[in-house]
């Protein structure tokens, strides 16, 4: 079942140029998605696309099956995303703001708690939790935003370059979370320059170019009998 369906997307800017090009592909049901390419491929454009940010000059957007054009807020309830850099409210405590997230989401108390408890233990982010946001790392703003997006429980999680900022042990711990997310029955569409990663993690990519979507499918289908990285580098010749 299709949780995210990107038909035919085009995205012109203003100066004329074409960041995304005739995108099609479909991430389904118990999907963790790698999107990959290189900088200015794309991806940070369809990702800002998929979830309301930026408008599109041609193509729809599909989640859950609803237009992201016609029914944005039902849309943006479905999912969680994460940008590379997110913007947190600094003048907030860590959970003041994830509780204000929890508030737009509609959250019951009880199920509130229980969430944070989980996720602020597992990324070791509890005591900092009632200290402001101003006073945090870009590790732990990463980390305060995984959980935010994580209380509500999404059908679909969007992250922009999840592991930037996280050490070892974080990263680690966000691909089990990640993991556990589709086993409950919902999809990751994430973009990221860790090859490595995306091939050990991924059962499905996709790799933009210059705005055009050069191959997607299952990850050893995509990447053949050569490591993701062989075919990325070949796909940069081109």
């Avoid at 995205?11 to 005739?22: C, E």
């Avoid at 790698?34 to 957007?61: D, P, W």
């Avoid at 850099?85 to 003041?96: A, V």
């Avoid at 009632?130 to 935003?145: E, L, P, V």
């Amino acid at each position: 079942m299709a949780i995210l369906e990107i038909k035919n997307l085009t995205k012109i800017y203003k100066n004329k140029k074409k960041a995304v090009d005739q995108l099609t592909l479909t991430v389904d049901k118990g999907d963790i998605f790698g999107f990959i390419g290189g900088n200015g491929s794309g991806k940070t454009t369809t990702i800002k696309a998929v979830v309301g940010i930026h408008n599109i000059n041609q193509g729809e957007i599909f989640i859950d099956g609803h237009s992201i054009i016609k029914e944005p807020l039902t849309c943006k309830s479905k999912i969680a995303y994460i940008p590379d850099h997110p913007n947190l409210y600094e003048h907030l405590t860590g959970y003041q703001y994830i509780n204000f997230i929890a508030d737009l989401y509609n959250v019951p108390t009880s199920k509130r708690k229980q969430r944070v408890q989980k996720y602020s233990d597992l990324f070791a982010m509890t005591p900092a939790l009632n200290h402001a946001i101003s006073s945090y790392s870009h590790g732990m703003k990463q980390r305060t935003a995984i959980i935010s997006a994580l209380v509500h429980q999404p059908k679909l999680f969007i992250l922009d370059e999840p592991f930037i900022g996280l050490d070892p042990k974080a990263s680690y711990l966000l691909k089990q979370v990640m993991q556990e997310c589709v086993a409950n029955g919902g999809a990751i569409f994430f973009s990221t320059h860790v090859l490595d990663v995306a091939e050990k993690l991924c059962n499905k990519i996709a790799l933009i170019h210059h705005g055009k979507l050069i191959a997607s499918g299952p990850t050893e289908t995509v990447k053949g009998n050569q490591s993701l990285e062989a075919f990325f580098m070949e796909v940069q010749n081109i």
